[in-house]
């Protein structure tokens, strides 16, 4: 399996977006499509989005 590391800013553009490449960057994860790996900073914005 894939395996990616996003940048803060790009995984909150995913986030927020309607369309363009980080919505579809979400939507892989979303599938299983790749493994997202954070650092524990980051999975603190996770667990509230």
């Known amino acids: 399996m894939l395996r990616v590391v996003l ?11 309607n369309e363009g490449t ?3 960057l979400m939507d ?12 524990p900073s980051v999975e603190c914005w ?3 989005g």
């Open 46 to 48: 996770r667990s509230v």
């Open 28 to 39: 892989a994860w979303q599938a299983d499509a790749y493994q997202l790996h954070t650092t």
């Open 7 to 17: 940048d803060t800013n790009a995984l909150a553009s995913g986030a927020i977006a």
């Open 22 to 24: 980080m919505k579809r």
